[in-house]
């Protein structure tokens, strides 16, 4: 077995969830993560753990959706429920069968299911869980990459010291709290945001792997100026590019984008909690060179920052809600982050990278 | 997708576990199984029901064995006795990944880990559930075939009219109960077993797709005679064949193998109970032509008999004990099946088949 797939196992076990003697640990993997189940089953074994794992599949969500009846989509499955509950640590592995095998789905039929399970969901966020991936030929041919040069990239955003990349998102955190807004200054960029009495939150590997970044939830009416996000994202099945936001009073009053403006414009317009911003963050993670329009990465490239609509994260004490939550993404290296009085970012370096020499 | 494997699909969700509205079903696969897991995921849902998928994998197994301590081994698994508690039905597909993976783990390890789920295997024998296969390279390599020609094989002997099967099964199973015995004559064989006070289970593809076998459990000290098992069988990882045995009021009392004696000898000196027989049966699947090593096919092949030594099942009223089960296979084309003083078989028909035309 490739020694990476082994260390990424570990990771996600004494690392992400600590997974410690007697805990009752669920996998959910799609068959193409079979090789990291396998790589997870020892490692939970060694920490004592005992492992059930769900199969996920694209392929056979869309085939459920193709013969259910929307009274079947409402009843809530008591079998996962019963499962969740009872499982102390959940890792979830995303490796899809196919990224477009549910594009042709009704979205009502989808969110019906998805209100189904609403509880089930709730109850695994009140775990010790994780969400990675598995390196495979779906996502790599959506990050315009071979196999082999998706594992390196894969690798190379995972497999890093956490204990020491989360001493340096700690005091980036301890940094931005001492403060009570921050700003971001760049080309056609000059946005400002009030942080004052909300949580940064340095998200250091245990939910998310990879991770590195440092995010919290503006004050709502607060956010002024505009900014522009260079790095392309995929929201309902589009590319997205060249997104331009202007906001007054915390609402966005003017929008473009160079490509699938129609596709921004429906997200900006779901509903109140849509035309404004629901998190702010800081991307840390220098291990990700470039983008794969997967935004478990692509939101903790080192040198950007990124902004999403929609709805605010409840441990930020964000208050702001939206039946969507759309990450967009900036790269910095020509820009700088200012958190009150103080210089976050500039020139191509945070803070703690200009003191440490 | 080859309509085959929507057909099997149907055949599993339909006549088996007969799924309901509101039923929570369960299936437990390989990844290999994908395609077939997808396939129920449709019936499933056009029957009303909710799924969820455990995957099963050999070398996700012996990845855990190789990790745990004996002490892990032992916990018991209880986010998978919930999901078991919480199910209706369950479907499990056996695709192995690897059918020798667990060759070289420590049967006392794999014992201490079964025990530690027996609970769970008895609530799973509470629900309605059936074991079937998908067509995989793994098992077609067993078979001595290619995967095309598996296929061939598998459909061969799953898709057929059970219903109309049943019938012919339920009509033996009444001719064999309106007797007190059974007598196999053949070349090499002339075994006799009471069957007073046990019930013949006729085997319609409920728990087992596919079916087609009638079976009981003898009268344990009553068993007399010889009988030469032709069909080569796998137990322990050997092929063993041409088994011969001699029992005297119900115990084995002579034995010999043309090939893997040591290992027939293993098997029945395990217990006391593993001296007896646990099991007679008729084989009634005339889709089934050929043995492929795999038990699930080869034991209810048309035109043969089947013994196994050890536990015999409650269903029959049986009553014998023993940690073993193996069954033998005999092919009867040359042979007699005699109930009381009837002739339940011979010159290569059933005697349904006989009065048929």
Redesign the interface.
């Given at each position: 077995m490739d020694p990476r797939i082994e260390e990424h196992a570990r990771i996600l076990v004494e690392w992400s969830t600590e997974v410690k003697?007697?805990d009752?640990?669920?996998?959910n993997?799609t068959?193409?993560a079979?090789e990291l189940?396998?790589?997870l089953?020892?490692?939970?074994?060694?920490a004592?753990?005992?492992?059930?794992?769900?199969?996920?599949?694209e392929?056979?969500?869309r085939?459920?959706?193709?013969?259910?009846?929307e009274?079947?989509l409402q009843?809530?499955?008591?079998?996962?429920?019963?499962?969740t509950?009872?499982?102390d640590v959940y890792i979830a592995l995303r490796s899809p069968?196919n990224t477009k095998a549910l594009a042709n789905v009704d979205p009502k039929r989808v969110l019906l299911d998805s209100k189904s399970q609403q509880e089930i969901q709730d109850i695994r966020l009140g775990k010790r869980w994780t969400l990675s991936v598995h390196p495979c030929q779906t996502l790599a041919q959506q990050a315009n990459m071979s196999l082999e040069e998706y594992r390196d990239f894969v690798y190379g955003a995972t497999l890093v010291n956490w204990a020491e990349e989360s001493k340096m998102m700690y005091v980036m955190k301890e940094h931005l709290e001492k403060h009570n807004d921050v700003r971001y200054i760049g080309p056609k960029t000059d946005l400002f945001a009030s942080t004052k009495g909300r949580i940064w939150v340095a998200s250091i590997g245990k939910h998310n792997m990879p991770s590195g970044e440092v995010f919290t939830a503006p004050v709502d009416d607060s956010v002024e100026g505009k900014i522009y996000f260079d790095i392309p994202f995929l929201q309902l099945g589009k590319v997205i590019e060249g997104v331009k936001l202007t906001f007054e009073k915390g609402k966005v009053t003017d929008f473009s984008a160079e490509k699938e403006e129609a596709t921004l414009k429906q997200i900006i317009e779901t509903d109140e909690g849509s035309r404004r911003l629901g998190e702010i963050a800081i991307g840390t993670n220098r291990g990700i060179k470039q983008y794969t329009l997967n935004m478990l990465f692509d939101e903790k490239i080192g040198d950007t920052v990124h902004c999403a609509l929609g709805r605010a994260y409840k441990e930020c004490n964000g208050v702001n809600e939206s039946a969507v939550h759309v990450d967009m993404i900036k790269s910095m290296h020509k820009g700088e982050i200012h958190a009150g009085d103080e210089l976050i970012y500039s020139k191509g370096k945070y803070f703690y990278e200009r003191t440490k020499k």
């Open positions: 003697p007697g009752m640990v669920v996998i993997a068959p193409d079979h189940v396998v790589a089953h020892k490692e939970i074994a060694k004592g753990g005992r492992v059930v794992t769900l199969m996920s599949s392929e056979a969500l085939a459920y959706f193709d013969g259910a009846s009274e079947t009843l809530v499955p008591k079998h996962l429920k019963a499962i509950e009872n499982c069968v």
